[in-house]
């Protein structure tokens, strides 16, 4: 099984300010990497997938980026929208999929 | 536009099953894949498996195996997934979503909780 770390655990942010949040892969997952943004008692979002797309309707200030086993998403000028919980997610072990443990932005 | 809506909360006894349900709309039902995923309270996300309306065909994620079994209804455009032998450590909310590699649409989630 994949193991995907991410870091920080916790990310406190001005608004307007951005965000960098990591997601490391215990092995090579290509470009195969999904980032997702959940806010309480709501579902997942899909925000970038192929590692660096962005999704249908997702913003420009959303960019992903990364290969192989590093990943980065960056978030440019938070608005109050987007504080939340993202997740990343290795599609490419099928049918072994994981997911991080997550990383919280909240306002500083 | 792509729904996943999905049956309502479910309590349930240690020991017992529970079937939840996600009923797609907005899109061809056979020609995307359903996933399932859960999410413990407090906790993150957890890929379950994955079935293909097309065909029926299934992937579980070891840990389930033998204790899940998804299945869909193309008449209706339904899928389904039924976890057995409950344990308190199966409360979490329940996902479907639309496809898996990647997932893109997610239904709103359904609350099981198991008691002994």
């Known amino acids: 099984e994949i193991i995907m770390t991410q870091s920080p655990a916790t990310l406190s942010v001005s608004p307007g300010e951005s965000a960098t949040l990591s997601c490391r892969a215990s092995?090579?997952?290509?470009?195969?990497l999904a980032w997702y943004q959940q806010k309480p008692g709501q579902a997942p979002r899909l925000l970038i997938y192929?590692?660096?797309t962005r999704a249908t309707g997702i913003p420009a200030r959303f960019s992903g980026s990364g290969s192989g086993t590093q990943f980065t998403l960056t978030i440019s000028s938070l608005q109050s929208e987007d504080f939340a919980a993202y997740y990343c997610?290795?599609?490419?072990?099928?049918?072994?999929?994981?997911f991080g443990p997550g990383t919280k932005v909240d306002i500083k | 536009q792509v729904q996943l809506v999905q049956s309502g909360a479910e309590v349930k006894k240690s020991g017992a099953s529970v079937k939840v349900s996600c009923k797609a709309s907005?899109?061809?039902?056979?020609?995307?894949?359903i996933t399932w995923v859960r999410q413990a309270p407090g906790q993150g996300l957890e890929w379950m498996g994955w079935?293909?309306?097309?065909?029926?065909?299934?992937n579980y994620a070891q840990k389930f195996q033998g204790r899940v079994t998804m299945t869909t209804d193309t008449s209706t455009n339904t899928a389904y997934m039924e976890l057995r032998s409950l344990r308190s450590d199966d409360t979490a909310v329940y996902f479907c979503?639309?496809?898996?590699?990647?997932?893109?649409?997610w239904g709103q989630g359904t609350l099981v909780t198991v008691s002994s």
């Open positions: 979503a639309r496809g898996a590699r990647p997932i893109d649409y």
């Open positions: 907005g899109y061809t039902f056979y020609s995307n894949g």
């Open positions: 079935i293909s309306p097309y065909n029926g065909n299934t």
């Open positions: 092995q090579s997952v290509g470009d195969n």
């Open positions: 192929g590692a660096s």
């Open positions: 997610h290795q599609y490419n072990n099928w049918p072994a999929l994981t």
